[in-house]
């Protein structure tokens, strides 16, 4: 038992720097782009008025990403590394259920729970 | 100041922010908020939007790393995964209901803890076994490196190492921060684990936990993509060679010079949030 849990943990380690390292270098493209497009000074952020409404969903993220919009491109980078620690968590489920550890199973399941209601709660 | 430069000031920043925060163990956010906010006049809620998306950045990069380490615990992890994403979710929900000027007063008590914290770092051996019988249930035990062999440890108080995770969670969430250092108070001195387990298994949890607010905040629109873009990538490639220089480095004059970098920042949030510049 003790070696399955060690390659659930190398396995959980492995998807997050794969995930990180990806979304680093969307991040990373994007803003490039973005940079080499823009000019002028930067915008005013000293005051909060959201962001634009339309990068609130994701179809319109990936739509702007898959047409090389830059700031769409940043945000689908970070949507990325949010589903990164979402994904260990996943992971969590899978594996001790294969462990046949069902505390943990259900432990796993209540956190991813947690985790998806705060994309599916607004405001 | 064109956006290239501006945005190249952040990154510069955010790398000695990410490099500092983990020589010291506190994290790059703790640092990042109020320098963007004080330095750059950036409104609070983007300035804890894009610290939050570093959060995830640094801790799962970070993670990665120490995994292979076997010092993490990945049980208690998740079971105290359980209050920090709840606590998050009620974090991330209050950033709307409380004043800037508030969560600008918040801050900067957390920043003066972090700095007593980070100054008084025991490694207390946990002479254990007081017998928990929920941490058995719960099976919160493991086993770790030392040398020549291995050494068990069981967590003591579970309940109210499960409270502080829930307040440290709400921290988080309130002000975009890792709020390693309430993680590790609960794990290293009221849980009893190992202080190699409990920093370890806490940057573990950071991510998870910072996710779970990530999820309220894009809906609220404190993610600027462009600004968080620049401090992303700085504090992640700043805290990976802040890990590296750690394994060598003598680190003591170093975390003087950082605990009195966070005082000052401390006060100055207090400082803007008592008089309502924030």
Not at chain 1, 52 to 69: C, D, K, N, T, Y
Request: glycine share 12%; charged share 10%.
């Amino acid at each position: 038992m003790p070696a399955t849990d060690q390659r659930l943990e190398v396995a959980m380690g492995q998807m997050l720097r794969i995930g990180v390292t990806v979304a680093a270098l969307v991040v990373l493209a994007g803003g490039v782009l973005y940079l080499f497009h823009a000019s002028g000074p930067p915008p005013d952020y000293s005051h909060f008025h959201g962001a634009p409404a339309a990068q609130e969903h994701v179809g319109s993220i990936f739509a702007g990403a898959l047409r090389s919009e830059s700031k769409s491109l940043i945000e689908f980078g970070i949507l990325l590394l949010i589903a990164t620690p979402i994904c260990r968590v996943l992971f969590g489920v899978v594996g001790f259920s294969l462990l046949q550890d069902w505390l943990y199973t259900g432990v796993s399941a209540i956190v991813l729970t947690v985790l998806l209601l705060s994309f599916f709660t607004r405001r | 100041m064109n956006t290239l430069s501006f945005s190249l000031a952040i990154c510069v920043t955010s790398m000695l922010a990410g490099f500092l925060g983990a020589l010291t163990g506190l994290g790059g956010g703790v640092v990042i908020v109020p320098v963007l906010c004080l330095l750059f006049k950036i409104d609070l809620h983007y300035a804890i939007g894009a610290s939050l998306v570093s959060v995830i950045a640094t801790s799962s990069g970070a993670a990665a790393a120490y995994v292979r380490d076997g010092y993490s615990n990945i049980r208690i992890g998740m079971f105290l995964e359980v209050a920090t994403t709840l606590g998050a979710l009620l974090g991330a929900y209050l950033v709307a209901k409380i004043s800037a000027n508030w969560i600008g007063v918040l801050f900067g008590v957390v920043l003066l803890y972090s700095a007593w914290a980070s100054m008084h770092q025991s490694a207390a051996v946990p002479k254990n076994v007081q017998k928990d019988a929920l941490a058995a249930r719960l099976n919160l035990r493991g086993s770790y490196p030392v040398q020549g062999g291995k050494e068990d440890y069981i967590a003591e108080h579970v309940p109210t190492g499960f409270g502080i995770m829930f307040v440290a969670g709400t921290l988080s969430g309130l002000l975009g921060i890792g709020s390693g250092a309430v993680k590790v108070l609960a794990m290293d001195q009221v849980m009893k684990l190992p202080f190699k387990v409990s920093t370890t298994t806490s940057n573990f949890m950071i991510g998870v936990t910072a996710a779970a607010s990530a999820g309220v905040y894009l809906s609220r629109g404190y993610i600027l993509p462009e600004l968080a873009m620049p401090v992303m990538l700085g504090v992640l490639v700043g805290s990976l060679a802040g890990s590296r220089v750690l394994i060598r480095a003598e680190v003591r004059t170093l975390r003087w010079v950082f605990a009195v970098v966070i005082v000052a920042l401390g006060a100055e949030m207090m400082f803007n949030g008592f008089t309502g510049r924030l």
